[in-house]
C-alpha cells in the first residue's frame, strides 16, 4: 500500500465524537508518549551510550526513526485511529533533524574543511573509521530519511508535502556541511534566514491547510535546524562579532516579518493592530540595527573595509545603512510610519553634518551634501516637510563647509577659489533675476503642496 493510500485511510477516520472528561487521558498518553520519544532521540547528541563506535550507535538511531514511521502506518491501517498515527509521523520530523546533526559531525570527523577553536566533550564527536564510510553512512541513511519525511509531510499538510519535504531537507542539508567557524556560520545563518521567511511568508502562505494546527507545526519545523546549527556554534565554538551580528540581524529581521505578517492577516480580518504588535515590530527593527553595529564594531571583513576606505567615509558605511533600513520599515510599518523615516531622517543627517564640523575634511562634506540630497528626495516622494527641511539643512550645510576646504587647499591659489566662486555666484543671480517671476510662481505651488504635508 502506497503512502498517499495510508494518508487516505488515515483522513477517512469519521471525526471522533466530542470531548468527555475521560477523553482528556488519551491525550495525556500521547503527549507522554511523544515527549518520551523525543527525548530519546535526543539523547544522541548528548551520551555516548557505552562502548560501541559511533557507526552503530548511529544504527540504532536509524532503527528508532523506522520504528516510529512503521508504528504511524500500524496505527493508522490496522488499529484505525488518525491521531495516534499522526503523532508518529509528526515525531518523524521532530526527529529527522537529529539524524542530519548526528551525520555532520560523522562527515567533520573526516571532511573537515576548517579546525575551529574548541575544546569538544565527548558527547559531541561523532567519529567514522574512514571517508568512504562517513559517505556511505550518510547516503544510505538518506534512503530512510527523505521517503519517511515524505509521508510524515503528506500527513500533516498533502498538497504542500513536496514543497515542504524539499524545503525541510534542504535546511536540514545545512547540518552536513564539514565547517564549524563561527565565521562561516554567520554566511549560512545570512543565507539561509531570507530564503526560510521567502518561504514562510510568499510560498506558504496561502492554503487553508497550511493554516491548521498540523499545517502550521510543519511550517514551523522548518526553521528547527537552522536553531540547531546555531546552538551548536554558541555551545561549542569560539562567538565571533560577526556572528554576534548577523545573528542579531537575522532575529530582528525575523520578528519584523513575522510581526508584519500578524498585521496583514489582522486587517485582512478586519482588525486594527493592536500597540502590541507595533513595539514587537520596532524591536525588531532596533534588533537589526544593533546587530549592524556589533558588525561594525569588530567583524573582520568590515575592518578590511575601514582600511580600504578613507577615514572621512567610516561613518558613513556606519550611519548610512541603518538609515536605510528605517526608512525600508515604514513601508510595511504598523501604524504610521513616519516616524520610522523621522528617525531615519535624524539618525543620518545629525553625525553626517556634524562630521564636517569637527574637522572631517572635503569628503565628509561631499557624503554630507549626498545625504542631504537623498534625503530631501525621498521626504518629497513621501511628503514630508519636516524631513525636507532637515535634508536641505543638511545640504546646505554640505556646500559651505565644501566651500570652506576648497578655500583651505593648498594646490589651489586662494584667488582662483575665490575667482571662481565669484563666477559661479553671479550666474546663478543673473538665473534668479531672468526667472524670477516663474520661480516666485513655483515656490507659490510648492507652499501651498506643503500645507498638506506631514511634518
Not at 532521540?41 to 514511521?69: E, I, K, N, P
Request: glycine share 10%; hydrophobic share 55%.
Amino acid at each position: 500500500m502506497t503512502s498517499e493510500t495510508a494518508n487516505d485511510t488515515i483522513s477517512a477516520e469519521p471525526a471522533p465524537p466530542p470531548a468527555t472528561p475521560h477523553s482528556h487521558l488519551p491525550v495525556a498518553l500521547r503527549s507522554l508518549g511523544a515527549v518520551l520519544l523525543v527525548g530519546a532521540a535526543s539523547t544522541f547528541l548528548f551520551r555516548t551510550w557505552g562502548a560501541a563506535d559511533d557507526v552503530h550507535r548511529y544504527l540504532l538511531l536509524l532503527g528508532q526513526l523506522c520504528l516510529v514511521t512503521i508504528s504511524g502506518f500500524v496505527c493508522g491501517l490496522r488499529v484505525r485511529e488518525r491521531r495516534g498515527a499522526r503523532t508518529f509521523l509528526s515525531l518523524v520530523v521532530a526527529i529527522v533533524p537529529v539524524h542530519f546533526a548526528v551525520l555532520g559531525g560523522v562527515l567533520y570527523s573526516q571532511l573537515a574543511l576548517d579546525a575551529p577553536l574548541s575544546d569538544l566533550p565527548g558527547y559531541a564527536i561523532w567519529r567514522a573509521q574512514d571517508v568512504g564510510t562517513a559517505i556511505g553512512l550518510t547516503l544510505g541513511a538518506q534512503l530512510l530519511l527523505v521517503p519517511a519525511t515524505f509521508i510524515a509531510m503528506l500527513t500533516l499538510a498533502r498538497p504542500h508535502a513536496r514543497v515542504l519535504t524539499a524545503a525541510f531537507l534542504g535546511v536540514n542539508a545545512l547540518l552536513l556541511l564539514p565547517l564549524r567557524g563561527a565565521d562561516t556560520m554567520a554566511l549560512v545563518v545570512a543565507l539561509a534566514t531570507p530564503a526560510l521567511l521567502f518561504l514562510q511568508l510568499r510560498v506558504l502562505a496561502g492554503g487553508p491547510d497550511l493554516h491548521t494546527p498540523l499545517g502550521r507545526y510543519a511550517r514551523a519545523m522548518l526553521i528547527v535546524p537552522l536553531l540547531v546549527l546555531v546552538g551548536r556554534t554558541i555551545m561549542h565554538y569560539p562567538a565571533s562579532y560577526t556572528f554576534s551580528g548577523v545573528l542579531t540581524i537575522a532575529g530582528g529581521l525575523s520578528l519584523f516579518a513575522w510581526v508584519t505578517h500578524l498585521a496583514r492577516e489582522r486587517a485582512d480580518d478586519g482588525l486594527r493592530p493592536t500597540h502590541a504588535l507595533g513595539l514587537l515590530q520596532a524591536g525588531g527593527v532596533a534588533a537589526s540595527v544593533a546587530g549592524w553595529l556589533i558588525l561594525c564594531a569588530g567583524s573582520p571583513l568590515l575592518r578590511d573595509v575601514w582600511n580600504a576606505l578613507h577615514p572621512a567615509l567610516w561613518l558613513g558605511v556606519v550611519v548610512i545603512p541603518c538609515s536605510a533600513a528605517l526608512w525600508l520599515s515604514a513601508d510595511h510599518a504598523v501604524g504610521h510610519g513616519r516616524w520610522y523615516r523621522r528617525l531615519a531622517a535624524t539618525g543620518s543627517a545629525v553625525p553626517l553634518a556634524l562630521h564636517p564640523l569637527l574637522g572631517g575634511g572635503l569628503l565628509a562634506s561631499l557624503v554630507c551634501m549626498l545625504a542631504g540630497a537623498a534625503i530631501a528626495t525621498l521626504a518629497l516622494r513621501d511628503q514630508l516637510k519636516g524631513v525636507l527641511g532637515l535634508g536641505a539643512l543638511t545640504g546646505l550645510l554640505g556646500v559651505v563647509t565644501a566651500a570652506v576646504e576648497l578655500i583651505r587647499i593648498e594646490t589651489l591659489t586662494h584667488w582662483a577659489t575665490l575667482t571662481g566662486l565669484g563666477v559661479v555666484l553671479i550666474f546663478a543671480a543673473s538665473f534668479l533675476e531672468r526667472n524670477r517671476k516663474q520661480l516666485a510662481g513655483r515656490l507659490t505651488l510648492v507652499q501651498e503642496d506643503l500645507r498638506g504635508w506631514q511634518y
